[in-house]
């Protein structure tokens, strides 16, 4: 089935410097990804949507000038934090849809936990 | 964009009772209507999903209602388990393709 990979899983940076988190699809093309923050016990809030080859679309409230997105190849997608603070501290998720199979579902990377302090 | 009401935000079953999650939705264009299981710390794992062209879809012990009229959708645990408990998030999708996801359940099964 469609994998995507995501990394770090894990990260801890300090205030002020920028952090980059990874998303492959290893076994399929993921024209599209879409990136989510999840704050503990909420629920996965989108972010934006990462498009190959062209501009993110961030949603409402989402700094694009913070939260720097890069989908420069059909398998990979970035989130770079810049300038971390202690309140981007959260749990970061992508995923992506395989669109050789439109029966199927979304596949979720397995996350990245940052953590600035 | 898609407006995702999911209730109740908690429930608490005894083990072998069933469990139901209603997700209450805006864009009547949505065309796609999973329901994601997370435990704590890992990814949403689909576990169920039902497309706009049928009304309802079973899986063993786990079954998904769908009511495009009224633009909501369920979940249906029976036989509920200890290993069921976790959170349950509703994400239907829009024109975009995007999920929004519901609010979340948190399910507890009591053995």
């Known amino acids: 089935g469609a994998v995507v990979s995501q990394h770090p899983s894990r990260v801890i940076c300090k205030s002020g410097t920028s952090v980059k988190i990874e998303c492959r699809s290893l076994d399929f093309q993921a024209t599209t990804m879409f990136w989510y923050r999840q704050f503990p016990k909420k629920s996965l809030m989108l972010m934006a949507t990462?498009?190959?080859?062209?501009?993110?679309?961030?949603e409402q409230g989402v700094e694009k000038d913070k939260f720097l997105i890069n989908h420069a190849s059909l398998t990979l997608s970035t989130l770079t934090v810049t300038s971390a603070h202690p309140e981007d501290s959260s749990f970061y998720i992508c995923?992506?849809?395989?669109?050789?199979?439109?029966?199927?579902?979304?596949?979720f990377g397995s996350g990245t936990r940052l953590t600035v302090v | 964009g898609e407006n995702v009401e999911q209730h109740p935000s908690t429930l608490s079953v005894q083990e072998g009772d069933s469990a139901v999650i209603k997700c209450t939705y805006s864009?009547?264009?949505?065309?796609?209507f999973p329901w994601y299981k997370q435990e704590l710390g890992k990814r949403p794992q689909l576990i169920i999903d039902i497309r706009s062209n049928v009304g309802e879809k079973k899986d063993q012990r786990i079954a998904v209602t769908l009511n495009k009229t009224a633009k909501h959708f369920s979940l249906h645990i029976t036989e509920t388990q200890p290993e069921d408990s976790a959170v349950y998030f509703c994400?239907?999708?829009?024109?975009?393709?995007?999920?929004?996801f519901g609010a979340g359940t948190r399910l507890t099964v009591k053995p």
């Open positions: 994400a239907p999708r829009g024109n975009n393709n995007d999920m929004r």
């Open positions: 990462s498009n190959e080859g062209s501009k993110a679309t961030y």
């Open positions: 864009d009547s264009a949505s065309n796609y």
């Open positions: 995923s992506a849809r395989d669109w050789r199979a439109a029966a199927k579902g979304y596949t």
